[in-house]
């Protein structure tokens, strides 16, 4: 099995700055793209920023400028840092990476248990 183990959530004021991360482990045979999600209280799950494996990002409009995703290959791990946080950045977080479990397994999207994060005075 795989298991994705996010941290670093946590309150922030206005203007501040947080750093998740999200660690893979288990059976991984290889990860593809990578990426981090977000859900508020009466939202829909939306994408922030999407990794490729070999360090392409992408982001979604309202956090470009604000958010840097990076990734260590080595480690497994992904990466989201987040400066200027805003109040509409509130939102559950969740990290998912496309993982392949051996080379007979197609890729299967796995997902972190969520962290939350808080902006507010």
């Known amino acids: 099995q795989v298991q994705l183990v996010e941290s670093g959530g946590g309150l922030v004021q206005p203007g501040g700055s947080l750093r998740l991360s999200c660690a893979a482990s288990?059976?991984?045979?290889?990860?593809?793209?990578m990426g981090w999600y977000r859900q508020a209280p009466g939202n829909q799950r939306e994408l922030v920023a999407t990794i490729t494996s070999g360090g392409s990002p992408n982001y979604a409009d309202s956090v470009k400028g604000r958010f840097t995703i990076s990734r260590d290959n080595a480690k497994n791990t992904v990466y989201l840092q987040m400066n200027s946080l805003k109040p509409e950045d509130t939102a559950v977080y969740y990290c998912?990476?496309?993982?392949?479990?051996?080379?007979?397994?197609?890729?299967?999207?796995?997902w972190g248990q969520g962290t939350q994060v808080t902006v507010s005075s």
């Open positions: 998912k990476s496309m993982v392949r479990v051996s080379y007979l397994h197609s890729e299967y999207p796995y």
């Open positions: 288990g059976s991984i045979f290889s990860i593809s793209a």
